[in-house]
T-cell receptor, first 111, second 114 residues
Framework: DQQVKQNSPSLSVQEGRISILNCDYT??????FLWYKKYPAEGPTFLIS?????DKNEDGRFTVFLNKSAKHLSLHIVPSQPGDSAVYFC??????????FGGGTRLMVKP | KAGVTQTPRYLIKTRGQQVTLSCSPI?????VSWYQQTPGQGLQFLFE???????NKGNFPGRFSGRQFSNSRSEMNVSTLELGDSALYLC?????????????FGPGTRLLVL
């Protein structure tokens, strides 16, 4: 039973446009959510996080939105750049320190 | 600060052998977690160590074990390797302050079992 799901395995966006990556979760005990970016054969790089007491967190071109009632979060990248092309993972934590990851979404930003 | 480092970066073993992977966390970080990434299963939690004690364990067989040293460096060991153990093994560290915190990942060790 996947507790964190990223239903879109891939997403293609034109450079300069907005990229929206989605993530759904089932465990209501999750209270901290993170987005990581990953290139092949490298470790995930932390992008942005949000706690369950907030509904939005912004850092430069990256904004994460959390809808607790829908158990849904999304990552917005504006404007998208070709260097953003990578696999994006959402992850969630409960009171412990274990991350539960979604399956990832491959983002391709076309020039 | 230097990031999380993992050694070796690449490893080839044969079935039945055992392997030890090493992880050095970010200076000051006391929590070290290990994850396995495979194409079919994605990123899965193996275990977490804090102050030389295993604090949390994922759903992996006993062939997977680990330890943490007093300087927070950690090793994980896989015994009796199987073909399905071929994966990218990732280590992540965090400070373990109270409240919310982020785990930072190393580059991983790519293990190939033949």
């Amino acid at each position: 039973d996947q507790q964190v799901k990223q239903n879109s395995p891939s997403l293609s966006v034109q450079e300069g446009r907005i990229s929206i990556l989605n993530c759904d979760y089932t465990n209501s005990m999750f209270d901290y959510f993170l987005w990581y970016k990953k290139y092949p054969a490298e470790g995930p790089t932390f992008l942005i996080s949000i706690s369950s007491i907030k509904d939005k967190n912004e850092d430069g071109r990256f904004t994460v939105f959390l809808n607790k009632s829908a158990k849904h979060l999304s990552l917005h990248i504006v404007p998208s750049q070709p260097g953003d092309s990578a696999v994006y993972f959402c992850a969630a934590k409960d009171a412990g320190n274990m991350l539960t990851f979604g399956g990832g979404t491959r983002l391709m930003v076309k020039p | 600060k230097a990031g999380v480092t993992q050694t070796p970066r690449y490893l080839i073993k044969t079935r039945g052998q055992q392997v030890t992977l090493s992880c050095s966390p970010i200076s000051g970080h006391r929590s070290v977690s290990w994850y396995q990434q495979t194409p079919g299963q994605g990123l899965q939690f193996l275990f977490e160590y804090f102050s030389e004690t295993q604090r949390n364990k994922g759903n992996f067989p006993g062939r997977f074990s680990g330890r943490q040293f007093s300087n927070s460096r950690s090793e994980m060991n896989v015994s009796t390797l199987e073909l399905g153990d071929s994966a990218l093994y990732l280590c992540a560290s965090s400070e373990q302050r109270r409240g919310l915190e982020t785990q930072y990942f190393g580059p991983g060790t790519r293990l190939l079992v033949l």
